[in-house]
């Protein structure tokens, strides 16, 4: 068949040329008339150095995201600063307790003493295994850990500031938790392990970090999947400046 049209008067051609601009609605930018988004531009409060304050009782944060996994078949890498009071609890987790079948991480950080000696415990597997743990650790809040899942040689690498201060094998499969993301807490029903401290910074990358790129991680900014700046210092938002738009709904917590 032929369709064709015959074009009468004078018509006007143009180009359409796409605007790219901050489409999230959080922001502090947010553009409604761009086209689509550049992942970068997006700008949020920034209103200093500040931290969130968990109580140990019932603070947390739930982030709405279900790629932040540690599986067999996707990596991850977990990088945080924290102040630890009394026994501490859990930074960050997605978590279902005695489920095999999923997999999960959780990261926990205490000083049970409270002598400024503390300990990082870590589980990456869903079947109720016992915790990996490194003990002995200052408490500096200074200090940035990075927790990395799913190299080839050990699946859990644990390093203070630019050092391997541990690593060990977890059992984990090809399906990730579809508990919860949180930070302060754990998504298990029998212990929800509220974290008593304050939180500084955590960020994430979807690969196994290298000793190279931690060691260069301001020069780093690829695969990163979340990054928590903690420096609102106002709201019930904690805002994801990634571009990846992960963030997080505060519940208790105080800034």
């Known amino acids: 068949n032929s369709n064709d049209a015959t074009i009468y008067g004078n018509p006007v051609y143009s180009t359409f040329i796409p605007i790219s601009g901050c489409t999230d609605e959080l922001a502090e930018n ?98 109720g295994g016992e915790n990996y743990e490194i003990n002995d650790i200052n408490c500096n809040e200074n200090n940035i850990f990075y927790v990395v899942f799913g190299d080839n040689d050990y699946n859990v690498k644990v390093y203070l500031n630019n050092s391997l201060i541990g690593q060990t094998n977890r ?23 509220f974290f008593d401290g304050t939180i500084k910074q955590i960020k994430t990358w979807n690969i196994a970090l290298t000793l190279e790129q931690i060691q260069n991680i301001d020069n780093y900014d690829e695969n990163l999947s979340s990054y928590y700046k903690f420096n609102a210092g106002e709201g019930q938002t904690l805002y994801d400046h990634s571009g990846n738009t992960n963030h997080g709904t505060i519940n208790g917590a105080t800034w």
């Open 30 to 127: 947010y553009n409604p008339d761009v086209d689509w988004s550049d992942g970068s531009s997006c700008t949020y409060p920034d209103n200093g150095d500040y931290s969130l304050s968990f109580d140990g009782v019932d603070d947390w944060v739930t982030i709405d995201n279900d790629d932040i996994v540690f599986t067999s078949e996707q990596s991850l890498t977990v990088a945080f600063q924290a102040n630890v009071d009394s026994d501490g609890g859990y930074i960050i987790t997605r978590y279902e307790n005695l489920n095999a079948a999923n997999s999960n991480f959780t990261i926990g950080f205490n000083d049970t003493d409270n002598d400024g000696v503390c300990t990082i415990a870590i589980i990456g597997r869903g079947d």
């Open 171 to 193: 059992i984990v499969n090809s399906t990730p938790s579809t508990a919860p993301l949180y930070i302060g807490r754990c998504g298990g029903s029998d212990f929800l392990g």
